[in-house]
């Protein structure tokens, strides 16, 4: 079972970049299936977007176009590039790691979208 940690998260203006990491300790990284989610106050937890260990890849609509995830299993490392980031992308992000019915969720890292 991987633990997950995430970084990278911070303050950027309308339009700008920022990249997220996710680094995991254990074994097996790269058997796992990996996903980005992002949480607000006011909504559920939600997929940014996901990438299989065969590198298959899924966004969501809102963000398609403008988010890359991206994994490398010889660091054990999971990212997310975020450019033309909008204001309505402000959360919490989160990293997930699933392998069969065994899931380990990080703590999370803050992005905030403001002027």
């Known amino acids: 079972q991987v633990q997950v940690v995430e970084s990278g998260g911070g303050l950027v203006q309308p339009g700008g970049s920022l990249r997220l990491s996710c680094t995991a300790s254990?074994?097996?990284?790269?058997?796992?299936?990996m996903g980005w989610y992002r949480q607000t106050p006011e909504k559920q937890r939600e997929l940014v977007a996901s990438?299989?260990?065969?590198?298959?890849?899924i966004y969501a609509d809102s963000v398609k176009g403008r988010f890359t995830i991206s994994r490398d299993n010889t660091k054990n490392a999971m990212y997310l590039q975020m450019s033309s980031l909008k204001f309505e992308d402000t959360a919490v992000y989160y990293c997930?790691?699933?392998?069969?019915?065994?899931?380990?969720w990080g703590q999370g890292t803050q992005v905030t979208v403001s002027s």
């Open positions: 997930k790691a699933v392998l069969g019915l065994s899931a380990s």
């Open positions: 254990g074994s097996a990284f790269s058997s796992y299936h």
């Open positions: 990438i299989s260990r065969g590198s298959s890849i």
